[in-house]
């Protein structure tokens, strides 16, 4: 939890690990220290964040949920179910790429796969992601059925919790399709992984949370530190060019998918 003292503001800031923790704690450090030098010019106290690093999207959910971190950076899926949980967690922003609020996932093939269509998955085998990963499960089975080709069609199938997991089981031929995110398909092609892309479908953009208990003061710093957020050196990690303002039906596209998700087990 936020508290403001004479010495120092402390917050604490969470994330799950949808790739290898180390590099999720290499790839937020240059936004929070970032973010830690402007709120102190904003609150004038030094700003202090910590980061907690969640091993299943589970922890990460109900951490920002139950208000055991202050603000938290989740995937859509991850946001509809904390939202579900604690309705007073609120938006603080959303990252964009070139101003636009969606980026992309990725059904992997082997670069050898004889496979050309979704539809051609039926009969193989598929592996997805985390069971709370909006492209790792929710949106790829949603663009299957869409395609035509349900759970009972495929040889099997696994959930392997990352996106890297994904691409490399897929690169290893353990399996002969999977869901991944797009930046991660590209870091795994570039390190030599022998994966190609089937088809890409789009995503909305993953929002930054604050927890119900986060104090308003901190919380409307946050807010305007991310949005005037222009630094291109800080937000490289991230792969982003800055963030927007939404709301909560930005989401309503991720809550359909879950939503409908029962068809895909039909």
């Known amino acids: ?57 589970e922890q ?3 951490a920002i949920a139950q208000g ?6 989740l995937g859509p899926a991850s946001y509809v179910f904390a939202k579900q949980q604690q309705p007073k967690l609120s938006i603080l922003a959303v990252e964009n790429k070139n101003g636009k609020n969606f980026f992309h996932g990725v059904i992997a ?4 796969s004889d496979i050309t269509s979704v539809n051609d998955l039926k009969g193989r085998s598929f ?25 009972s069609d495929l040889k099997n199938y696994s959930y392997l ?6 691409g490399m089981a897929v690169a290893a031929k353990a399996f002969d399709a999977g869901a991944l995110k797009e930046s991660t398909f590209k870091k795994l092609v570039a390190s030599g992984h ?46 982003k060019s800055g963030f927007s303002e939404v709301n909560d039906s930005h989401f309503n596209v991720t809550r359909n998918a879950i939503l409908n998700n029962n068809l895909f087990f039909e």
């Not at 919790?161 to 994904?166: E, F, L, Q, S, Y």
């Open 161 to 166: 919790g990352r996106h890297d997991k994904v």
């Open 194 to 239: 022998k994966i190609k892309k089937l088809v890409s479908f789009k995503n909305v953009t993953k929002p930054w949370v604050g927890s119900h208990n986060l104090n308003p003061t901190i919380k409307i710093a946050l807010i305007e530190v991310l949005l005037s957020l222009e630094d291109s050196k800080v937000l490289k990690s991230l792969g």
């Open 68 to 73: 055991h971190v202050d603000f938290s950076r």
């Open 1 to 57: 939890m936020s508290s403001i003292s004479q010495a120092k503001i402390k917050i604490s800031f969470g994330i799950y690990s949808s790739d290898k923790p180390s590099q999720m704690v290499k790839q937020f450090r240059p936004v929070l220290s970032y973010l830690e030098a402007e709120l102190s010019k904003k609150l004038q106290e030094k700003v202090q964040i910590t980061t907690q690093v969640f091993a299943t999207y």
């Open 127 to 151: 592996t997805f992601g985390n069971k709370k990963s909006t492209i790792g499960r929710y949106l790829s089975q949603n663009l299957m059925v869409a395609n035509g080709v349900k759970a």
């Open 60 to 62: 990460g959910i109900n």
């Open 109 to 112: 093939i082997a670069t050898d």
